[in-house]
């Protein structure tokens, strides 16, 4: 069973920025993705951005986040971030670390796709 973990959450200004993290314990095959996602009161999840195990680390991103969000990954480490800039009020959600044993983000960000690890979230909250 993969182990997901996130950290970073917190409260934040309009404009300002967060980084989280999702410290992953080790897949089962060499070839997974690991997505973020969020979900903010009275509406349904969203898939934000998604990085895969490829050696390109190919990514994904939301349209709602292109350009302010970035993710990346530290092999080393184990863990992939998802760094937030220009936070708005409607970046407010619980974010979701997500992992699945499947590499192309592509596929995996389909709504209809189900994802198998999940972490059990941190709260964003942008408000001044």
């Known amino acids: 069973q993969v182990q997901l973990v996130e950290s970073g959450g917190g409260l934040v200004q309009p404009g300002g920025s967060l980084r989280l993290s999702c410290a992953a314990s080790?897949?089962?095959?060499?070839?997974?993705?690991i997505g973020w996602f969020r979900q903010a009161p009275g509406k349904e999840r969203e898939g934000v951005s998604c990085i895969s195990s490829s050696s390109d680390s190919k990514t994904y991103y939301a349209d709602s986040v292109k350009g302010r969000f970035t993710i990346s990954r530290d092999n080393a480490e184990n863990t992939v971030y998802l760094q937030m800039n220009s936070l708005k009020f409607d970046d407010t959600a619980v974010y979701y670390c997500?992992?699945?044993?499947?590499?192309?983000?592509?596929?995996?960000?389909?709504?209809?796709?189900?994802?198998?690890?999940w972490g059990q979230g941190t709260q964003v909250t942008v408000s001044s």
């Open positions: 997500a992992g699945t044993n499947y590499f192309d983000c592509i596929t995996t960000m389909d709504p209809r796709y189900e994802w198998e690890y």
């Open positions: 080790k897949f089962p095959r060499n070839d997974y993705a």
